[in-house]
């Protein structure tokens, strides 16, 4: 069996089964997910997509815990975290989630490397050395590991926030407009290294995304209008992704 005949075996890292989010009641009620039926393959990299105010950033906090549902289930691989009392959804998003999002959430006083540690030190775990070697190489940091946050550009600060993400192991990274603040050169190389983690870390990545370039990074794309998923796009062009969302708006 080749490694991407074993991935597609696996079960999925991530399922959501009927998922509904509704904000506010009465005439202020907004339905921002509605019955969304969803699974995330385990080391492939998916992109999701959709017009403004489609629920694309509502179902990604839903699936990684950061918000909660109002119907519906999400499992993280065997896991449910819907009805997760608070205390288990923190151990669970400490063991299981890696996150990056377009503010890179670096601690100021920390240099780079302590960054990268910081999620391993708070759950008081050993680092992998071989894979934090990997890593680093894998993102180029290797000569910028004694750097403060303010040492670097924003390019480089975001390697610190994707190797941060990467060295816990997490079943599943989610990945909240992580080029957002990044020029056209450093996004993508940003997204190269996501690309890398998943081809050769068999990391599952699992990304919102407003830019069809950085969405045709990605294995396979979602859609969602009106907190609908209403279809998706595998092996994605820039194209492809950009003929997609201008019939979604139209």
Same mark, same amino acid.
């Given at each position: 069996?080749?490694?991407?005949?074993?991935?597609?075996?696996?079960?999925?890292?991530?399922?959501?089964?009927?998922? #509904?989010?509704?904000?506010? *009641?009465?005439? $202020? !009620?907004?339905?921002?997910?509605?019955?969304?039926?969803?699974?995330? /393959?385990?080391? /492939?990299?998916?992109?999701?997509?959709?017009? @403004?105010? @489609?629920?694309?950033?509502?179902?990604?906090?839903?699936?990684?815990?950061?918000?909660?549902?109002?119907?519906?289930?999400?499992?993280?691989?065997?896991?449910?975290?819907?009805?997760?009392?608070?205390?288990?959804?923190?151990?669970?998003?400490? !063991?299981?989630?890696?996150?990056?999002? *377009?503010?890179?959430?670096?601690?100021?006083?920390?240099? $780079?490397?302590?960054?990268?540690?910081?999620?391993?030190?708070?759950?008081?775990?050993?680092?992998? !050395?071989?894979?934090?070697?990997?890593?680093?190489?894998?993102?180029?940091?290797?000569?910028?590991?004694?750097?403060?946050? #303010?040492?670097?550009?924003?390019?480089? *600060? *975001?390697?610190?926030?994707?190797?941060?993400?990467?060295?816990?192991?997490?079943?599943?990274?989610?990945?909240?407009?992580?080029?957002?603040?990044?020029?056209?050169?450093?996004? @993508? !190389?940003?997204?190269?290294?996501?690309?890398?983690? =998943?081809?050769?870390?068999?990391?599952?990545?699992?990304?919102?995304?407003?830019?069809?370039?950085?969405?045709?990074?990605?294995?396979?794309?979602?859609?969602?209008?009106?907190?609908?998923?209403?279809?998706?796009?595998?092996?994605? #062009?820039?194209? /492809? =992704?950009?003929?997609?969302?201008?019939?979604?708006?139209?």
């Amino acid at each position: 069996m080749t490694l991407t005949d074993s991935r597609r075996a696996a079960p999925p890292a991530v399922v959501a089964k009927a998922l #509904t989010k509704v904000y506010g *009641q009465g005439d $202020a !009620e907004v339905h921002a997910l509605r019955g969304v039926d969803v699974a995330f /393959a385990t080391g /492939a990299f998916t992109a999701i997509m959709g017009p @403004s105010g @489609s629920g694309k950033s509502t179902l990604m906090h839903c699936l990684a815990g950061l918000d909660t549902a109002t119907s519906g289930t999400v499992h993280i691989g065997d896991v449910e975290l819907t009805g997760l009392a608070d205390r288990q959804l923190t151990l669970l998003r400490r !063991e299981r989630i890696g996150f990056i999002f *377009q503010a890179f959430n670096l601690l100021p006083t920390l240099t $780079a490397e302590q960054n990268i540690r910081l999620p391993l030190d708070i759950a008081a775990r050993q680092a992998d !050395e071989e894979l934090f070697a990997r890593v680093i190489d894998t993102v180029g940091l290797r000569d910028r590991l004694g750097h403060r946050p #303010t040492q670097l550009s924003g390019g480089q *600060q *975001q390697r610190v926030a994707v190797a941060r993400a990467l060295i816990s192991k997490p079943q599943v990274i989610f990945a909240d407009e992580p080029t957002g603040n990044l020029d056209s050169r450093s996004g @993508s !190389e940003i997204l190269s290294f996501l690309r890398t983690s =998943v081809r050769e870390l068999n990391q599952t990545i699992v990304m919102v995304t407003h830019d069809p370039v950085a969405a045709a990074y990605a294995d396979r794309v979602v859609f969602l209008r009106d907190g609908e998923l209403v279809t998706e796009v595998s092996a994605p #062009t820039p194209q /492809a =992704v950009l003929d997609t969302l201008m019939k979604l708006e139209g």
